[in-house]
Each structure stands twice: as structure tokens, then as C-alpha cells.
């Protein structure tokens, strides 16, 4: 894993895919419900097993519930000269999310409260929503609105918002232990990349990766509409909701800022551990956050009733960078070799996961002898290297207390490594797995974006 810095050619390529799948996803208009997240989740199916579910508007799911289905299909400002002025066929941040419809001429003056803008950077087009108060309205650049000219404009907004469904989609590969992992992205944001696109994209592709595989855990991955679709599974699964023993919301995953990992609120779970212990070792000047109840679904994941060891890995937080919820948050924003680094990245916080378990060290009293098991340097005297020093670090902790994480930690030494030297050791008798830990797999090879692309 001290590798996810080293992009081979084939990084490279399973990079450019997911930007172009990214890339393919974009023009979709998604909200938290209508047919952009249908269209979404359609296309997300056609690479990974994805069952879609639709919960009817109405439904009661905790203290909210399901809204009512908005759908679009045109909008615009027409000026005098039957010219649109601004257009939602251009792009579909400039209807306000949920509008209601209409159709109506009126004077700027009218117009005007109806329009939203961003002063400080305007060329950028504003992303707005209004999903659980009926309103109308249009998103444009801030230099768009100061030409609006002081005359007549027709208004049109072509939507519905009407009884229908919440749809969201659900993928889940059963491993030995019905003990799961859960992934969870949100589905629901427009033409936006980074807040939405790349961790739906690096999910997909994760979970391309786990497919087929002998897994110790079962793994469930969520393409949820924000906060109300993670509500909804959350309260139509709360038995289901009991098994889940790590889990991530993957967002803002495909921007050059350095990674982020905000910690479930149980604060040291083995996701948190294994999470700070993968980006401390293979990404540049990670930073760990504690939780806070504001941010992404972790909010719900981690609500006291439920306090799931969920935790949420980003890169630039959101709302700390100027481009989130604007026009600039676009294609070129993300980039394919951020986008493999974040899937490398989770793919390591998953093996870590998958392999971490006890040892005991079989012969206790001393270190056992190494060398005539061709398991020590053969010229005494150099320096030991890592491998080596791996190695004593499993057999002096490997008392059937301590982890392969805590051994890592505790001897900063990366994971993989220790996981290493786990299983030689294990090869020549010296350790033996704590009975009950996680049943040792059969598919020990670690998961790397090159599987993902061989496999897709
Ligand atoms: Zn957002």
C-alpha cells in the first residue's frame, strides 16, 4: 500500500475510466427523487449488480417523510426578443432544485427575488434547492443577471411535483460472515462532479472490485438521494441496519486537495483506525477530523439511536472550497488520477478491514529461531531490513490480544507489511490465527484499481 503514490500505466487507464463514466453521468439533471436518479441508478446497474427500490411519497420514515416526485423537463427566461436569456437545456443548475412549474410574463422587478446568483465569483452559475418548501426559482451567473435588461421576461419552469416515489439503489455481495461493510454515497446533485459524481463513480468501481471474490465481511453499497434516502433505508432497514460493522460515506473524493476522513462518533472504531492508518501511510499530509453532526449521510448513520461506526472520506471538505455547490465544481475539477488514487485509497481501507485479525506466537519463550527457517538475513551483522523487522514485531505482539492494526500502529509500520509477514509466519508454523477471528480466505490477493478494470 506504500505504493498508491507509484501510478502505473494501468492506474492511469482505470483513472480515465471512471472520469469517463463520471463524465457520461454528468449532464444527468439528479435530484432526491424523478427520473435523473432512476436514469443514475440505471447506469450504475449496468456495471454492478444494483437492485433499485422505490419507497412511495407519503411514507413515514422516522420523524420525516417521503416527499413528493419532481421531475423536469425545460425551463427558462425569455427576454423581449424571444431569446432565452438563461437556459436549462445549457446547463441544469440554473433551475432552482424542486422548482415548482410555471409559466408567466412579469417585470425584472418580479423576477428578481426568483433569481440566485454568486457576486463573488460571477461567472459561476449558484447550485440551489428548495425540496421541502414549495418555491420556484433560477440559478445564473451574478454578470448573467446584471445584463438582464429592465423589461418584460417569460418565465417558463416545464416541472412536476406530484405523488410518485423515492427511488435509490442498493448493491450487497454476501461474504463468510454476515457481519457488514457498508458504502454510502449520495445520488441526488445535478451537474456536479466532485460532490456527488466522484464517490458515486469510486464506489461503482470499488464495488466492481469486491465482485466475485471470497469476502470475510458482506458488503452493502447504498446510491442513496442525501439525507432523506439515507432516513428512509435506515428506517425501512433498522434490523438490517444492526449487522453493519464498518462503514464510509464516500464524497468529494476526485478534487486535487489532500484527503480528508471525518471519524464516526463512536470516535476509535476499527474503521476510524484503519482509515487514518491507510491515509497516514500512502497520501500526502492526510488530516483526521473528529466527528461533528453536520456534513454528509454519516449524520444519520450516526444519530444515537443507530451510532454505526460510519465515518466520511473526502478530499477538500465540503463547503471549504469555492467551487462546491457552483458550476465550477465540473469535469475538470476531478481528475482521473485523483479519482484511482481515492479508489486505491479504499481499497486499502478494505483490506485492512478483510485481514485484520489476532495471531499467537507458538513459541512464546524467546524469539524463535529464524534463520535456519530462512526467515532472518543470511550474513550477520548488517542492518535488519523491513520485512525482517515486520516479522519480530508479529511474533513479539502476536499474544491473541493484539490485532494486525494495533501491531501496525504501534510499530508505524504499514499494514500491508505486518499482513505480510502474518501470513509467512503463519506458513511456517510459527503463528497460529486465534480461533473465531475471521476465518482466514482463500482469495488473499489484495484488492488494486487494475482487478476493477480487468473486471469491468
Ligand atoms: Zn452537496
Same mark, same amino acid.
Given at each position: 500500500?506504500?505504493?498508491?503514490? +507509484?501510478?502505473? +500505466? ?40 444494483? &437492485? ?15 416527499? &413528493?416526485?419532481? %421531475?423536469? /423537463? ?26 415548482? @412549474?410555471?409559466?408567466?410574463?412579469? @417585470? ?35 454578470? +448573467? ?42 445520488? *441526488? ?9 466522484? $464517490? ?24 442513496? #438521494? ?11 432497514? /433498522? ?23 471525518? &471519524? ?57 472550497? @469555492? ?14 488520477? +485523483?479519482?484511482?488514487?481515492?479508489? /486505491?485509497? *479504499? ?9 485484520? /485479525? ?5 513459541? @512464546?519463550? *524467546? ?13 550477520? $551483522? ?17 499474544? $491473541? ?10 510499530? $508505524? ?14 506458513? %511456517? ?5 486465534? #480461533? ?21
Amino acid at each position: 500500500m506504500s505504493l498508491l503514490k +507509484q501510478f502505473d +500505466q494501468k492506474n492511469i487507464e482505470a483513472g480515465k475510466e471512471l472520469h469517463r463514466f463520471a463524465g457520461e453521468l454528468y449532464p444527468i439533471c439528479r435530484s432526491i427523487t424523478g427520473d435523473g436518479i432512476r436514469r443514475t441508478l440505471s447506469m450504475i446497474g449496468d456495471r454492478i449488480p444494483l &437492485k433499485t427500490l422505490e419507497v412511495p411519497t407519503g411514507t413515514p420514515v422516522f420523524d420525516w417523510t417521503v416527499p &413528493k416526485e419532481w %421531475n423536469i /423537463r425545460d425551463a427558462y427566461i425569455k427576454g423581449r426578443a424571444g431569446k432565452r436569456v438563461v437556459d436549462f437545456q445549457k446547463c441544469n443548475l440554473h433551475v432552482l432544485n424542486y422548482s415548482t @412549474p410555471i409559466r408567466a410574463t412579469m @417585470p425584472l422587478g418580479e423576477l428578481k427575488p426568483h433569481l440566485h446568483t454568486i457576486p463573488q465569483n460571477p461567472d459561476w452559475v449558484p447550485y440551489r434547492t428548495s425540496y421541502y418548501k414549495e418555491d420556484w426559482g433560477f440559478c445564473l451567473s451574478h454578470n +448573467q443577471m446584471l445584463a438582464l435588461k429592465d423589461e418584460e421576461y417569460e418565465v417558463c419552469i416545464d416541472s412536476t411535483l406530484e405523488d410518485g416515489h423515492l427511488t435509490y439503489g442498493e448493491c450487497y455481495f454476501p461474504g463468510r460472515s454476515d457481519d457488514e461493510v457498508l458504502i454510502s454515497c449520495h445520488a *441526488c446533485h445535478p451537474s456536479l462532479a466532485n460532490d456527488n459524481l466522484s $464517490g458515486l463513480t469510486v464506489a461503482t468501481f470499488l464495488a466492481q472490485l469486491l465482485s466475485g471474490r471470497d469476502l470475510r465481511y458482506s458488503y452493502r453499497f447504498l446510491f442513496i #438521494p442525501g439525507t432523506i434516502g439515507a432516513i428512509t433505508w435506515l428506517a425501512r432497514n /433498522r434490523e438490517t441496519a444492526g449487522r453493519i460493522r464498518h462503514g464510509l460515506v464516500l464524497t468529494g473524493i476526485g478534487d486535487k486537495g489532500r484527503f480528508h476522513y471525518k &471519524k464516526s462518533r463512536q470516535g476509535n472504531a476499527e474503521i476510524d483506525r484503519a482509515a487514518a492508518h491507510v491515509l497516514t501511510h500512502s497520501t500526502e499530509s492526510p488530516e483526521i477530523l473528529e466527528f461533528s453532526p453536520s456534513g454528509y449521510d454519516e449524520r444519520q448513520y450516526c444519530s444515537p439511536g443507530f451510532n454505526l461506526a460510519v465515518g466520511c472520506l473526502m478530499r477538500s471538505v465540503w463547503g471549504n472550497y @469555492p467551487e462546491y455547490h457552483t458550476s465550477a465544481d465540473n469535469l475538470e475539477f476531478i481528475q482521473p488520477l +485523483q479519482l484511482v488514487e481515492s479508489l /486505491r485509497v *479504499c481499497a486499502a481501507i478494505l483490506d485492512v478491514l478483510e485481514h485484520n /485479525r489476532r495471531y499467537v506466537n507458538v513459541n @512464546p519463550y *524467546c524469539e524463535p529461531q529464524l534463520g535456519r527457517r530462512n526467515l532472518y538475513r543470511s550474513t550477520g $551483522g548488517e542492518a535488519i531490513g523491513a520485512e525482517i523487522n515486520a516479522r519480530l514485531w508479529m511474533l513479539n505482539f502476536s499474544d $491473541g490480544k493484539h490485532s494486525l492494526l494495533d501491531i501496525a500502529e504501534r510499530s $508505524g509500520l504499514p499494514f500491508a507489511s505486518i499482513s505480510d509477514a502474518a501470513d509467512l509466519l503463519l506458513h %511456517n508454523h510459527l503463528l497460529s490465527l486465534v #480461533p473465531g477471528d475471521g476465518k482466514q480466505g482463500t482469495d488473499r490477493g489484495e484488492l488494486s484499481p487494475e482487478n476493477s478494470l480487468r473486471r469491468s
